[in-house]
């Protein structure tokens, strides 16, 4: 009967190279009995014997928490290995012991293969094999099973080993001195049954509270002896809530002695371009201000680009589609309410929105380099210190970086927060956040009045939600939501440079978006604004005796004391609930139906001044969300209050603000 | 090991696997470990940030959601109890 070598390891340790080295062809596969996991099984020859090789899955340890980790654990235990040859990574010595120290544990005749170490000397660490050796007290050989270094003395080892396992060694671990006392007494009560496994194995296994081995013993062993078992488990367990911890802490101590000096690594690690990029772009105190100025240099070269070279293509465009469309139909001799529905409805306020998609691809473009790139995942983490100083925790910013493209998905992504507090929170103060929705009625109102400052306004505006954010929440955490943020680190991504591909992709998908509900939900809006804008018959279509103008009027006095109390700045505002773009088409349709031809821009300069047109932004910043970020709210806190709470009291926010905004100028000699 | 690891994620808040493995001096594979070990018994819970239902075929919001998700790891109740005792 030829002995038999397993070869047990985590992924990627080279076993399977090894396993390929030493059986080349002569192998077959097939499945453990009774599972999916694959088996596979070779022959090597080394003199005149033959060995029959079996490749275990790989595994990080030897639980009970995969298939793979029960194929491999029963295999071993069931002591048809002769030897099991440990194969571990070099480069990762620290972690692949930890296989390597249960495997001791269990008793198994262990040989390791120290792989890759031409890996490892390439990282310029230094490795004894010797000492690691003494200390794990079995044979250590260094391999690189690539390239068939090693094998031939790994093998010879295994085949000592093989021949006389008597001299395996039987690692004995302290898990401190509590647990080691509950262990001493399990194992005396397991000693000379007929357990198979070494009775010490097993009392660590029922203390980690492995269901497999106390099922083994529940077979083996009297009722009146797993009571006594049981009892003591539920003893030390009550004794120590983390015993677990200490058991695996236990292993880790070991590593820990095994490793020390016999595994090194230079001092000083080569730092990669992300760690260098990392040092200055998430530095604790200029990592904020260096996001605001790449923020703010996006913004301007949005302004740049899309206003200065763009700017008024796709407005020259709307503007002569629509001159052709009412050719079109006066040669056809159309209705003039037809004419009008077609001229200052879908031309003046759904074309009006079109005109701005220049700087919305500019600016999607810019902002989607900045995410392929790996920086934006960065803005959690360089927002946390700030975020804890009003009580939230730098992950409740991910949500609201999400809104900055739409508050739904934005209110949704604070799914990924475990904590009630940070999540209420972070869903009520979600709506802040500039989407993409509001960036129409910004750059409206730019173009208007700061078209030399766009870049600084827009930057405000977006800096204005995150502060309004980040104090309402400072407020919520003191009143609604008491309680303590929970801790976290993130994985951050490599930074990467970023393929033209991904960032086509999310501009398109941005705009595209943004085309779609222009010609749904905007345009629905928009025609039924424009029926209540030219009824009752008789009176002058668009104007203050319309439907429209006498419901704007009875809302405008609201607006009053924020210097924009007019009945057309009032149903625009009013038209925003249904959704943000709908504020700019309502404008352009109530303006451009009073004065043919005018451009929605010289309308705002006539209706509103600087100071009132600031105050505005402030409005449609902070007010109420639109009804499908409310009915997500409601969705997503299961209750129709915190709904109706959000709608509430972010328009209480943005009139105050906006009231604010205007006053205060007022008081400064602004206009 | 496990409890500096944790008491570290607590004390130091924001930090990644790198600036972890950095900080205790242990290298970046062993406190990969460890934070598995850790999630396994229950002290730590990871979120791949996917954890949206709606799937995004059929989520009219798709195009406007975040395409990178961020991975974190949150201590849990066990992990904050067990921090707060050492």
Same mark, same amino acid.
């Given at each position: 009967m030829p002995k038999?070598?397993?070869?047990?390891?985590?992924?990627?340790?080279?076993?399977?190279?090894?396993?390929?080295?030493?059986?080349?062809?002569?192998?077959?596969?097939?499945?453990?009995?009774?599972?999916?996991?694959?088996?596979?099984?070779? *022959?090597?020859?080394?003199?005149?014997?033959?060995?029959?090789?079996?490749?275990?899955?790989?595994?990080?340890?030897?639980?009970? $928490?995969?298939?793979?980790?029960?194929?491999?654990?029963?295999y071993i235990l069931s002591g048809e290995p002769d030897v099991v040859v440990n194969v571990i990574d070099a480069t990762n010595v620290e972690r692949n012991l930890y296989l390597t120290t249960q495997l001791l544990e269990m008793g198994a005749n262990v040989v390791v293969a120290l792989n890759m170490v031409d890996e490892a000397e390439s990282l310029a660490m230094s490795l004894d094999a010797q000492a690691l050796s003494k200390r794990l007290g079995v044979p250590v050989v260094p391999t690189v099973a690539s390239k068939r270094q090693g094998i031939d003395q790994l093998m010879a080892a295994a085949v000592r080993a093989a021949a006389d396992p008597s001299v395996k060694r039987k690692l004995d671990l302290s898990y401190g001195q509590s647990v080691d006392a509950k262990v001493t007494q399990l194992e005396k009560l397991l000693k000379d049954r007929?357990?198979?496994? /070494? /009775?010490?194995?097993?009392?660590?296994?029922?203390?980690?509270?492995?269901?497999?081995?106390?099922?083994?013993?529940?077979?083996?062993?009297?009722? *009146?002896?797993?009571?006594?078992?049981?009892?003591?488990?539920?003893?030390?367990?009550?004794?120590?809530?983390?015993? *677990?911890?200490?058991?695996?802490?236990?292993?880790?101590?070991?590593? *820990?002695?095994?490793?020390?000096?016999?595994? &090194?690594? /230079?001092?000083?690690?080569?730092?990669?371009?992300?760690?260098?990029?990392?040092?200055?772009?998430?530095?604790?105190?200029?990592?904020?201000?260096l996001f605001a100025v790449i923020i703010f240099a996006v913004f301007q070269l949005t302004f740049v680009i899309g206003q200065d070279l763009l700017g008024g293509l796709v407005g020259e465009g709307v503007g002569l589609l629509g001159e052709y469309i009412d050719g079109l139909l006066a040669r056809a001799n159309a209705s003039e309410l037809l004419r009008s529905y077609v001229a200052d409805g879908l031309i003046g306020g759904v074309g009006v929105v079109l005109e701005f998609i220049p700087l919305i691809v500019i600016l999607y473009t810019l902002m989607g380099l900045?995410?392929?790139?790996?920086?934006?995942?960065?803005?959690?983490?360089?927002?946390?210190?700030?975020?804890?100083?009003?009580?939230?925790?730098?992950?409740?910013?991910?949500?609201?970086?999400? &809104?900055?493209?739409?508050?739904?998905?934005?209110?949704?992504?604070?799914?990924?927060?475990?904590?009630?507090?940070?999540?209420?929170?972070?869903?009520?103060i979600n709506p802040f956040m500039s989407c993409g929705?509001?960036?129409?009625?910004?750059?409206?109102?730019?173009?208007?009045? $700061?078209?030399?400052?766009?870049?600084?306004?827009?930057?405000?505006?977006?800096?204005?939600?995150?502060?309004?954010?980040?104090?309402?929440?400072?407020?919520?955490?003191?009143?609604? $939501?008491?309680?303590?943020?929970?801790?976290?680190?993130?994985?951050?991504?490599?930074?990467?440079?970023?393929?033209?591909?991904?960032?086509?992709?999310?501009?398109?998908?941005?705009?595209?978006?943004?085309?779609?509900?222009?010609?749904?939900?905007? $345009?629905?809006?928009?025609?039924?604004?424009?029926?209540?804008?030219?009824?009752?018959?008789?009176?002058?279509?668009?104007?203050?005796e319309s439907i429209l103008g006498r419901v704007g009027a009875v809302i405008a006095p609201v607006f009053a004391p924020a210097g924009f109390g007019t009945w057309q700045a009032s149903v625009g505002l009013f038209a925003g609930v249904a959704a943000k773009e709908a504020v700019v088409a309502t404008l352009g349709m109530v303006y451009a139906g009073v004065e043919e031809g005018v451009e929605l821009v010289s309308a705002l300069q006539k209706a509103f001044t600087p100071l009132s047109a600031f105050a505005f932004l402030v409005m449609t910043l902070l007010y109420t969300p639109c009804v499908a970020t409310l009915a997500t709210i409601k969705k997503e806190t299961g209750s129709a209050k915190w709904a109706f709470f959000s709608a509430g009291y972010a328009f209480a926010v943005g009139w105050l603000g906006a009231v604010l905004v205007f006053q205060l100028g007022r008081l400064f000699g602004l206009s | 090991m496990l409890k500096a690891l944790l008491q570290e994620i607590r004390t130091a808040g924001c930090l990644s696997r790198a600036q972890l493995a950095a900080k205790l001096g242990e290298p970046i594979g062993l406190i990969d470990e460890g934070i598995e070990q850790l999630k396994r018994l229950g002290y730590l819970a990871e979120d791949s940030g996917e954890r949206c239902t709606a799937g995004c075929g059929r989520c009219p919001y798709a195009s406007l959601c975040s395409q990178n998700f961020v991975k974190t790891l949150s201590l849990t109740a066990e992990g904050q109890r067990l921090t707060a005792e050492h």
């Open positions: 038999t070598v397993a070869l047990a390891g985590n992924p990627n340790s080279g076993k399977t190279t090894l396993f390929n080295a030493l059986t080349g062809a002569n192998h077959h596969v097939a499945n453990w009995p009774g599972v999916t996991v694959e088996r596979k099984e070779g *022959q090597f020859r080394c003199g005149s014997d033959v060995y029959t090789v079996v490749d275990l899955p790989g595994i990080y340890s030897l639980g009970a $928490f995969s298939e793979d980790e029960l194929v491999a654990r029963d007929d357990l198979v496994y /070494p /009775p010490r194995w097993v009392a660590v296994k029922l203390l980690e509270g492995d269901g497999q081995v106390l099922k083994m013993v529940e077979e083996r062993l009297t009722s *009146q002896d797993v009571e006594e078992l049981r009892r003591v488990c539920e003893e030390a367990a009550a004794e120590n809530s983390d015993l *677990q911890l200490e058991i695996v802490d236990g292993r880790y101590r070991f590593i *820990q002695k095994v490793t020390r000096g016999a595994v &090194a690594r /230079p001092k000083k690690e080569v730092p990669t371009l992300t760690d260098r990029l990392d040092k200055v772009l998430t530095h604790r105190f200029w990592g904020l201000p900045l995410e392929d790139s790996g920086y934006m995942a960065r803005a959690a983490y360089v927002m946390d210190n700030t975020m804890r100083k009003v009580g939230l925790q730098g992950k409740t910013f991910i949500p609201l970086i999400v &809104a900055f493209g739409c508050n739904v998905p934005g209110v949704m992504a604070t799914r990924t927060l475990e904590n009630k507090k940070d999540r209420m929170t972070a869903i009520l929705a509001k960036l129409p009625i910004y750059l409206a109102f730019i173009a208007a009045f $700061f078209p030399k400052y766009g870049a600084l306004v827009l930057f405000s505006l977006y800096v204005l939600g995150v502060l309004v954010a980040l104090a309402m929440g400072k407020l919520f955490g003191r009143t609604l $939501f008491k309680g303590e943020s929970s801790h976290f680190i993130m994985e951050l991504p490599p930074y990467r440079m970023p393929t033209l591909r991904n960032v086509v992709r999310n501009m398109w998908d941005n705009v595209s978006s943004f085309l779609v509900r222009a010609g749904t939900v905007i $345009f629905v809006v928009v025609s039924l604004l424009w029926v209540l804008a030219v009824l009752p018959a008789g009176v002058e279509p668009y104007g203050s | -």
